[in-house]
C-alpha cells in the first residue's frame, strides 16, 4: 500500500459564530473511520523534542494541533512524508501500521490525539527495525 493511501489531511468545517470558534470531530464513519476510544495530548514539548517514535499494529489515530503547530513525519518502510499541523481545523489521519514521530513542537503546541483502541503496549513497535521486519512478515504472508 502507497504510503498516501496510509494518512488523509482532514479539515473540519468552524461552526462558530459571532461568539468565537467551534469545531467538532465525531467518529463512527461521520468525521473518522473509527469509533474514539481514548483521547491525549501532548503539551509542554519543545522543537527539540521527537515524541511518538513508534508504529502500532491495530490502532488508527487523528491529531491535531488544537494550539500552535507541530510537525509528523510518517513512514510505511518504503516511502516517507512530513506534514505540518498548524491549524487546529486541521486533523491527520493515520491509519495503523505506520511509523510516526512528532517533533518540531512551536512553544504554545498543543497536540490532540484522538485512537481507535484502548492503551495497550503489546500492540506498539518501539524499534524501527523490527517495525520493518514485522512490514517484511505480512508482506510474505500475503504472497502465500
Given at each position: 500500500m502507497s504510503l498516501v493511501e496510509q494518512y488523509k489531511l482532514i479539515e473540519f468545517a468552524d461552526l462558530g459564530d459571532e461568539r468565537g470558534n467551534l469545531v467538532v470531530i465525531e467518529g463512527e464513519g461521520m468525521d473518522l473511520p473509527f469509533d474514539i476510544k481514548r483521547v491525549f495530548y501532548i503539551y509542554g514539548s519543545d522543537s527539540t523534542v521527537i515524541r511518538g517514535q513508534h508504529a502500532n499494529r491495530e490502532t488508527?489515530?487523528?491529531?491535531?494541533?488544537v494550539s500552535g503547530s507541530s510537525k509528523v513525519r510518517v513512514d510505511n518502510g518504503d516511502e516517507s512524508?512530513?506534514?505540518e499541523l498548524n491549524r487546529p481545523r486541521m486533523g491527520?489521519?493515520?491509519?495503523?501500521?505506520?511509523w510516526k514521530?512528532?517533533?518540531?513542537?512551536?512553544e504554545d503546541s498543543v497536540l490532540l490525539v484522538l485512537a481507535s483502541r484502548h492503551y495497550d503496549e503489546k500492540e506498539y513497535?518501539?524499534?524501527y527495525g523490527t517495525y520493518l521486519q514485522v512490514l517484511k512478515e505480512k508482506e510474505f504472508s500475503?504472497?502465500?
Open positions: 488508527e489515530f487523528l491529531l491535531v494541533n512524508a512530513v506534514i491527520l489521519y493515520l491509519s495503523s501500521m505506520l514521530d512528532m517533533y518540531d513542537f512551536s513497535i518501539r524499534d500475503k504472497s502465500e
